[in-house]
Every structure is written in structure tokens, then in C-alpha cells.
T-cell receptor
Framework: EAEVAQSPRYKITEKSQAVAFWCDPI?????LYWYRQILGQGPELLVQ????????DSQLPKDRFSAERLKGVDSTLKIQPAELGDSAMYLC???????????????FGPGTRLTVL | SQQGEEDPQALSIQEGENATMNCSYK?????LQWYRQNSGRGLVHLIL?????REKHSGRLRVTLDTSKKSSSLLITASRAADTASYFC????????????FGSGTRLSIRP
């Protein structure tokens, strides 16, 4: 069964360092999402891609976070510099997407647990 | 910001009993989804119910939607130890069906 892949699974870094997360969505899925989940809370959308284009990054802290999906397939989320408050689970999800007004099931990867010291 | 809010925040029941979780939301929606998350893992989609539907079933799961009250419920019948997880409702932004907003979740524990 096809799955969303994420790496690394765990990342420990010191504040002010740069970190990067990678996501490979399910083949054929046009829409890719990056979420941040703080312990005990629901996931919060950071950025949504439709193919290679950003369709929503309203909650992305753009002074330190960046995301790209250059060929419309896999994606990278970067934080530079990392702050203590960035400690969280970073989840990637993908869905078929493409048709405005239709909702699609999202398939989630296992996540990357980030700890900033 | 989170549109959906689950109730209760935590629920502990005996194996075999039924578990009911509720979700309330603020603005009009096109659809509502329920997801499950095992500890430290990604989320798994359970069921999607559209705004013109009132009830949907999937195995031991039953979801209802009351758009007049802006609420939904998830019922898990004959609970099992493997149902122990956090359950989240997710509502779409009416202007954008592909973007969903998660609630804070209900943490369900099944006692053997």
C-alpha cells in the first residue's frame, strides 16, 4: 500500500541552527500539506501546495520557515534559525486534490519529531 | 485558529463499551472529516461526511452531522484496546474545501 514518506523521523538541534525536513507524497497526489502539531493539540496547517504552487501559507512564519516543492512531487520544509518554540511534530500529508470545491481524504506520513535545545 | 472543538477532551471506557465523541464548529462547512492518531504517529482518515448528509457508517464507526447545530458526533461501538488513540474532527474552510482545520482532539483510552 502506498504511503507518505518523511525523513528524518527524529531531529534534535540547538537553537539558531538550521533544520530541514523531507516529504515524499503518494504518487499521483497533486496536493501536499505541511502541518505542525504541538503535543496535546491538533495539527495546524503551515503550507499547502497544489502541484508545485503554494496555495496557502498564511500560517507559515516566513521570517524563519520556508517550503518548496520544485517539481511538484517531493517537498522540503526548512527552519532557519530554529527556536525553542519550534519543538513539535511536523507532519506531511498528501491528497489527490485538483478539483475546486471537493474535499479529499488526506494521507499522513509518520511525522518528524523536532526537539530544539 | 481551530474551527472544530471536540468534547470531551479525554474519555476512558471499558473494553466492549461504546465511545461517543462530539465536535462543534463555528462557520458553515462543505464537509467534515474524522481522523485517528495513535501516540507518536501520523493521522489516519476514518470517515468523511458531506454537509448534505446526516449520518454515515463505516464498520464499527457511526458519524452524524447536524448542520443546524453545527455539530458532529463519532460513535465507536464495541470498543477494543486497539481503539485507544486521539480522535480529531476536521472541518473545511467553506471557501476552500481542500483546506481543513483540525480541532484539539479527544484522547480515548480503552481499559481491558
Amino acid at each position: 500500500e502506498a504511503e507518505v514518506a518523511q525523513s528524518p523521523r527524529y531531529k534534535i538541534t540547538e537553537k539558531s541552527q538550521a533544520v530541514a525536513f523531507w516529504c515524499d507524497p503518494i504518487s499521483g497526489h497533486a496536493t501536499l500539506y505541511w502541518y505542525r502539531q504541538i503535543l496535546g493539540q491538533g495539527p495546524e496547517l503551515l503550507v499547502q501546495f497544489q502541484d508545485e504552487s503554494v496555495v496557502d501559507d498564511s500560517q507559515l512564519p516566513k521570517d524563519r520557515f520556508s517550503a518548496e516543492r520544485l517539481k511538484g512531487v517531493d517537498s522540503t520544509l526548512k527552519i532557519q534559525p530554529a527556536e525553542l518554540g519550534d519543538s513539535a511534530m511536523y507532519l506531511c500529508a498528501s491528497s489527490l486534490g485538483g478539483k475546486p470545491g471537493l474535499a479529499y481524504e488526506q494521507f499522513f506520513g509518520p511525522g518528524t519529531r523536532l526537539t530544539v535545545l | 485558529s481551530q474551527q472544530g472543538e471536540e468534547d470531551p477532551q479525554a474519555l476512558s471506557i471499558q473494553e466492549g463499551e461504546n465511545a461517543t465523541m462530539n465536535c462543534s464548529y463555528k462557520t458553515s462547512i462543505n464537509n467534515l472529516q474524522w481522523y485517528r492518531q495513535n501516540s507518536g504517529r501520523g493521522l489516519v482518515h476514518l470517515i468523511l461526511i458531506r454537509s448534505n448528509e446526516r449520518e454515515k457508517h463505516s464498520g464499527r464507526l457511526r458519524v452524524t452531522l447536524d448542520t443546524s447545530k453545527k455539530s458532529s458526533s463519532l460513535l465507536i461501538t464495541a470498543s477494543r484496546a486497539a481503539d485507544t488513540a486521539s480522535y480529531f474532527c476536521a472541518t473545511d474552510a467553506y471557501s476552500s474545501a481542500s483546506k481543513i482545520i483540525f480541532g484539539s482532539g479527544t484522547r480515548l483510552s480503552i481499559r481491558p
